[in-house]
């Protein structure tokens, strides 16, 4: 009996020790391994001088988390001409004083914002099996699923307030601008289309013919608001939400995207084409996830570097 079971047993218990040392690196290291990207996008209007734009995404911010609240402060030695935060600040009710302060030294750089469904609503445990079940069903967030019971509420005014009094544009469903030294930039942004609160029709009609140039913001990627950004004309579009997939398969990707993008263009730089025009995306991995799951795999947690370029 012994001879007959021991090979199974010794598989299985390396299978645990396997899986149990997957954790502890997810856990451990790979969703404190923060990284920054850098990209070049050439997408400037002819004659126009260079922007460099920090994106910066999903900080999904804990007390005590020390180590993203210093890394996050010293992107600010990069000195970008402007940042653009495309939301999910959160996933602790008390962590907004910590948040700020990991934030506090990029607010003194011009700035743009859009929030996410985490900004509004502290996070929640879900099954991660839940995520590939939607895949297949089609449904994400509030894009098919009943309405939360019971959701928390998290004290996002405070961080409106305090991006609003550094001068950083908010672009909640509304279009905003940025003056700059390499000329006047436009914004056109969204609210979460996650929790259906993206409301395009109030800001449709294109780039901002007065502009030097124009891009779209939005917290989640979903089709619907890239087809509307696209076929509107805009050059350049930056989401986030994705988490890149956040447990991927080495060689292979992303498994999920936790909505409606196909998971191609889970995270980093591609295309949308719709309307006859075609657009630059960059999707941001971001930096942080949701408290009840910690852990990334194949899939470090990132800022990006956008150094906008004029075409050729």
Same mark, same amino acid.
């Given at each position: 009996?012994?001879a =007959?079971?021991? %090979?199974?047993?010794? %598989?299985?218990?390396?299978?645990? /020790?396997? $899986? ?10 790979e969703? =404190? ?7 070049? %996008? ?9 922007l460099?734009?920090l ?50 030294? #990029?607010m ?19 099954n991660?099996?839940?995520? #590939? ?17 019971g ?10 307030d305090?991006?609003? /009094?550094?001068?950083?544009?908010? *672009? ?41 140039f ?8 979903? *089709? ?5 950004? $696209? ?78 370029? /004029?075409? /050729?």
């Amino acid at each position: 009996m012994r001879a =007959r079971y021991g %090979i199974p047993l010794k %598989i299985t218990a390396g299978v645990a /020790a396997t $899986a149990a040392a997957g954790l502890v690196y997810a856990a451990g290291f790979e969703a =404190r391994s923060f990284r920054l990207r850098r990209i070049t %996008i050439p997408v400037l209007p002819p004659g126009m001088d260079d922007l460099r734009v920090l994106q910066v995404s999903d900080v999904h911010m804990v007390c005590g988390q020390d180590k993203k609240r210093a890394w996050l402060q010293k992107l600010a030695g990069l000195r970008p001409d402007f940042v653009v935060n495309t939301g999910d600040n959160l996933s602790d009710t008390e962590a907004v004083p910590e948040l700020l302060d990991a934030l506090g030294p #990029l607010m003194e750089f011009p700035g743009v914002y859009v929030f996410g469904s985490n900004d509004y609503y502290g996070p929640r445990f879900r099954n991660p099996a839940r995520y #590939l079940l939607e895949k297949v069903q089609g449904r994400h967030g509030l894009n098919g699923n009943k309405p939360v019971v019971g959701a928390v509420h998290n004290p996002w005014e405070g961080i409106k307030d305090a991006f609003d /009094a550094a001068g950083w544009v908010d *672009l909640t469903n509304t279009r905003g601008a940025l003056k700059l030294p390499q000329g006047d930039l436009a914004f056109t942004g969204l609210d979460d289309p996650h929790i259906k609160r993206d409301r395009y029709e109030r800001v449709a009609g294109g780039p901002d013919a007065a502009a030097d140039f124009s891009m779209g913001i939005v917290h989640a990627p979903y *089709l619907r608001v890239l087809d509307a950004f $696209a076929a509107d004309g805009y050059e350049l579009v930056l989401a986030g939400h994705t988490h890149g997939g956040q447990l991927c398969v080495p060689f292979y990707g992303a498994l999920v995207t936790n909505c409606d993008l196909d998971t191609d263009r889970v995270k980093g730089l591609s295309t949308h084409t719709a309307g006859g025009h075609t657009s630059y995306l960059h999707v941001s991995a971001g930096c942080g996830t949701n408290r009840f799951t910690p852990v990334r795999f194949a899939c470090p947690p990132e800022a990006t570097l956008l150094t906008l370029t /004029a075409r /050729a």
